[in-house]
C-alpha cells in the first residue's frame, strides 16, 4: 500500500470514528422536571436532578410558593423564591450540586415542604433535619429519581403531603389512616354478607323436612304420566312406597 493510500485509508478510518462518536450523542435536550403544587403539598416530594437542569414549579391549586430556605442550599447554589402564585408556574435552574430543602410561604405551617438533590448529596440541609415537616432522605431521592407525595418508600418520613395532601390519612382518606373511608365499608359489608352466608348455610341445611310419601308417590305418578318411567318400574316404586309406608303405621 502506498503513503497516498495508507493516508487515504487512515482519513476514512477517522471519519467513520467522528461519525460514530457523534451518532452516540443525546439527540435531544433533557425534558423539564415538573413539581405540582397543590392543596398543601409538592408533588414529586422529593427530586433528583443532574446540575443545570431547569426546574418549573407548576400551580395545580391554589396559590402557593416554591421558596428555598436560605440556609438548606448548598454554598455554591442559589436560594430560589417564586413568590405566592395562583397559576401558571415557575422556573429555576440548579447549577451548583447538592441538596436543596423548599417551603410554600401560605403553608409552610402545615408541612408543606420539599427537596431537590442536584447530582449528589451535600449541603447544610444534609446536616439537620427540614425544619416545618419532613421529606424523604436525599439517598431514597437519588436512587429513585422522584418520591411522589404520599408514596411508602422507605426513609421518606410521612410524605403525606401534609394535611391535605394526596394519600393523607384521616376518616375518609385515601389509601391510610383512620377507617379507610369507601373501600373499609364495602369489606366490612362483604365480610358481614360471608359470615351470614356460612351461618345460614350451616344451621339451615338439616332445617329441611324429608319428603313425605305423599308427595313422593305424586312425584311418582307425575314422572309415570309423563313417560319418564314405563308401567312395570311404577308398579315396583308404588309397591315399595306403599310398603314403607304400612312398616310406619305399625
Given at each position: 500500500?502506498?503513503?497516498?493510500?495508507?493516508?487515504?485509508?487512515?482519513?476514512?478510518?477517522?471519519?467513520?470514528?467522528?461519525?460514530?462518536?457523534?451518532?452516540?450523542?443525546?439527540?435531544?435536550?433533557?425534558?423539564?422536571?415538573?413539581?405540582?403544587?397543590?392543596?398543601?403539598?409538592?408533588?414529586?416530594?422529593?427530586?433528583?436532578?443532574?446540575?443545570?437542569?431547569?426546574?418549573?414549579f407548576?400551580?395545580?391549586?391554589?396559590?402557593?410558593?416554591?421558596?428555598?430556605?436560605?440556609?438548606?442550599?448548598?454554598?455554591?447554589?442559589?436560594?430560589?423564591?417564586?413568590?405566592?402564585?395562583?397559576?401558571?408556574?415557575?422556573?429555576?435552574?440548579?447549577?451548583?450540586?447538592?441538596?436543596?430543602?423548599?417551603?410554600?410561604?401560605?403553608?409552610k405551617?402545615?408541612?408543606?415542604?420539599?427537596?431537590?438533590?442536584?447530582?449528589?448529596?451535600?449541603?447544610?440541609?444534609?446536616?439537620?433535619?427540614?425544619?416545618?415537616?419532613?421529606?424523604?432522605?436525599?439517598?431514597?431521592?437519588?436512587?429513585?429519581?422522584?418520591?411522589a407525595?404520599?408514596?411508602?418508600?422507605?426513609?421518606?418520613?410521612?410524605?403525606?403531603?401534609?394535611?391535605?395532601?394526596?394519600?393523607?390519612?384521616g376518616?375518609?382518606?385515601?389509601?391510610?389512616?383512620?377507617?379507610?373511608?369507601?373501600?373499609?365499608?364495602?369489606?366490612?359489608?362483604?365480610?358481614?354478607?360471608?359470615?351470614?352466608?356460612?351461618?345460614?348455610?350451616?344451621?339451615?341445611?338439616?332445617?329441611?323436612?324429608?319428603?313425605?310419601?305423599?308427595?313422593?308417590?305424586?312425584?311418582?305418578?307425575?314422572?309415570?304420566?309423563?313417560?319418564e318411567?314405563?308401567?312395570?318400574?311404577?308398579?315396583?316404586?308404588?309397591?315399595?312406597?306403599?310398603?314403607?309406608?304400612?312398616?310406619?303405621?305399625?
Amino acid at each position: 500500500m502506498t503513503n497516498y493510500n495508507r493516508r487515504q485509508f487512515l482519513g476514512v478510518l477517522g471519519a467513520g470514528a467522528v461519525a460514530s462518536a457523534g451518532l452516540s450523542q443525546p439527540v435531544s435536550a433533557q425534558e423539564t422536571p415538573v413539581v405540582k403544587m397543590g392543596n398543601n403539598y409538592f408533588d414529586p416530594i422529593g427530586l433528583h436532578v443532574e446540575p443545570g437542569t431547569t426546574v418549573r414549579f407548576e400551580i395545580a391549586a391554589g396559590a402557593h410558593s416554591a421558596t428555598a430556605y436560605p440556609d438548606r442550599v448548598p454554598a455554591d447554589g442559589t436560594a430560589f423564591d417564586s413568590g405566592t402564585i395562583s397559576q401558571g408556574s415557575f422556573e429555576h435552574t440548579f447549577e451548583a450540586p447538592g441538596t436543596y430543602d423548599y417551603y410554600c410561604i401560605p403553608h409552610k405551617s402545615v408541612g408543606m415542604v420539599g427537596r431537590i438533590v442536584v447530582g449528589s448529596p451535600g449541603g447544610p440541609a444534609e446536616d439537620s433535619p427540614i425544619p416545618d415537616g419532613e421529606v424523604p432522605d436525599s439517598e431514597t431521592i437519588v436512587q429513585n429519581g422522584a418520591v411522589a407525595v404520599g408514596s411508602d418508600v422507605d426513609g421518606s418520613g410521612s410524605t403525606d403531603g401534609g394535611m391535605m395532601g394526596p394519600g393523607g390519612g384521616g376518616m375518609m382518606g385515601g389509601s391510610r389512616g383512620g377507617w379507610g373511608g369507601v373501600p373499609f365499608v364495602g369489606g366490612a359489608l362483604g365480610m358481614l354478607g360471608l359470615v351470614g352466608g356460612l351461618l345460614y348455610w350451616a344451621t339451615g341445611r338439616g332445617d329441611t323436612p324429608p319428603e313425605s310419601d305423599d308427595s313422593a308417590m305424586e312425584t311418582l305418578q307425575r314422572r309415570y304420566a309423563r313417560g319418564e318411567i314405563d308401567e312395570e318400574e311404577f308398579q315396583k316404586r308404588r309397591e315399595r312406597l306403599e310398603t314403607g309406608r304400612e312398616d310406619a303405621s305399625r
